[in-house]
Structure formats: structure tokens, C-alpha cells
Nanobody, 124 residues
Framework: EVQLVESGGGLVQAGGSLRLSCAAT????????IGWFRQAPGKEREGVSC????????DYADSVKGRFTISSDNAKNTVNLQMNSLKPEDTAVYYC?????????????????RGKGTLVTVSS
């Protein structure tokens, strides 16, 4: 069974850090690009970051560049999102998703597999 399970969310003060993890089972991790998406209350789901399938190149939304870092551990089938200098506007449910393609889709629902999300709350 294919599963993506996010962990690491929680409550943090503005300026603080969190590290989210996405553990994947049931598929060959190396064949997939992995992305993080988020949905804030009252807003549409948006792409946050992606790590590509082959050369592990990375990309970030402008709103998180310089603060968030995505990384993968293929031996553990895990992708992490290190989030530093968190802001109240980063408050959202964060989802990881996988697509059997070189790079992530901008559309969360176009991804092949999707996790259930983990809540990040940043207080001011």
C-alpha cells in the first residue's frame, strides 16, 4: 500500500523553526519527485517546495525562499522540510505529495500520491 505520512508540525512562535518529515512507503522513492504544499485557512492550496527525481534539484515558492530547505534521504524514503524564521503567515496545513515524473506539478491534485497533512501554527 502506498502511503505518505507527514510529521513534525506543531505550534511555534514567530521566528522559530520546525522540521517537517514525509515518510514514504509502498513505492520506489527514487522514481518520484516529492513536493510540499500548504493550505492556510480560507486560502487555496499552494506549492511550497519541490525536490526533483533524478538530480535532486530544488525549488521554492518566493514566500519561503531563504527560510525553508527541502532535503531527501533516499535510504530512509524520507523528505524533510526545514522551516526557519517562521512567520504567522506560514500557518497552514502542510502536505507532502509525490509524482512519478522529473519534477512536481504546480497542481497538488495532479500529484500521484498525497499525504493527509500536518498542521503548523505560528503565533505572533
Amino acid at each position: 500500500e502506498v502511503q505518505l505520512v507527514e510529521s513534525g508540525g506543531g505550534l511555534v512562535q514567530a521566528g522559530g523553526s520546525l522540521r517537517l518529515s514525509c515518510a514514504a512507503t509502498g513505492f520506489t522513492f527514487d522514481d518520484y519527485a516529492i513536493g510540499w504544499f500548504r493550505q492556510a485557512p480560507g486560502k487555496e492550496r499552494e506549492g511550497v517546495s519541490c525536490i526533483s527525481r533524478s538530480d535532486k534539484s530544488t525549488d521554492y515558492a518566493d514566500s519561503v525562499k531563504g527560510r525553508f530547505t527541502i532535503s531527501s534521504d533516499n535510504a530512509k524514503n524520507t523528505v524533510n522540510l526545514q522551516m526557519n524564521s517562521l512567520k504567522p503567515e506560514d500557518t497552514a496545513v502542510y502536505y507532502c505529495a509525490a509524482i512519478k515524473y522529473y519534477y512536481c506539478s504546480d497542481n497538488y491534485y495532479a500529484m500521484d500520491y498525497r499525504g493527509k497533512g500536518t498542521l503548523v501554527t505560528v503565533s505572533s
